[in-house]
């Protein structure tokens, strides 16, 4: 079987752009792949192929789920990568959107059919989305970072050019295989403070969103990220403040960022990430008993 499933052939696409999202290490604090999934939802995006795990997975790393069905029968769901399509009559471009866990292995040959898939449908832009860890503090606005095959993108963006040198993800061999094909790319990355990584980041997810647009020409309604956003803020903000250490360690950064001036990175006071992580427990609950 090849890797490549087509489920429907997508026709008449305009202009489109291909957003690529990978949990993972590329993923900070969930924040790409949470931006992928929340514009194909607003998109009402629709499934049209995927590609077989056999050949890039290690199921013993990525671990297929059990679920059962109608309480009985037992199905195995595997790590697939499902591409989307998003047909925006409004903006100047169709999207497809490709999610799923980064690949284990063969990265070049994964790489050769998302290219591949992209000339099949006349992508003219491919955009990956990517969230780091860095020493910041979460009471700022989250810095995008960012690279692309037309250094007029970059300026135009407004994007913070990376100089990062090491080791790399699949977002990034993608990057340099579509670059190889001739296909314009973008890579573009949030920044997730390095102590709060273990929670979900849906601020972090916004800036991606809000970036994204302004890079594909294509808006969406994000007032249900906003509303997550603030939340969570909220209750970091609330987290920190309950212990004297983390504040201090927090002031420390947030010193650091508004001087404009690196530093090395200070040793997380002990117990912050169990802290905060309580907090967030704790106000899950609550919006839990608020809802019901």
Partial sequence: MAPLIWERRPEALRAPALVCAFKGWNDAADAASAAAAFVAASLDAERFARIDPDDFYDFQATRPHVKLSEGRAREIQWPDVCIFEARVPRAPRDLLILTGAEPSMRWRSFCQLVVDLSEALGVQLVVTLGALLADIPHSRPTAITGLASDDALIERLDLQGSNYEGPTGIVGV?????????????????????????????????????????????????????????????????????????????????????????????????????????????????????AS
């Fill in 174 to 290: 993608l990057h340099a295989a579509c670059a190889d094909a001739g296909i314009p790319s973008a890579s573009l990355w949030a920044a997730v403070p390095h102590y709060i990584a273990a929670a979900p980041n849906p601020k972090a997810a916004l800036a991606l969103v809000r970036k994204l647009e302004g890079l594909v020409g294509v808006s969406v309604d994000g007032s249900e990220l906003e509303a997550a956003a603030a939340d969570y803020e909220r209750q970091v903000n609330l987290a920190v403040q309950s212990d004297d250490d983390v504040r201090a360690f927090v002031e420390r950064l947030e010193r650091a960022a508004d001087e404009e001036r690196p530093q090395e990175r200070p040793d997380v006071p002990t117990g912050a990430g169990d802290v905060i992580a309580r907090e967030f427990q704790r106000f899950l609950r609550q919006r839990g008993s608020d």
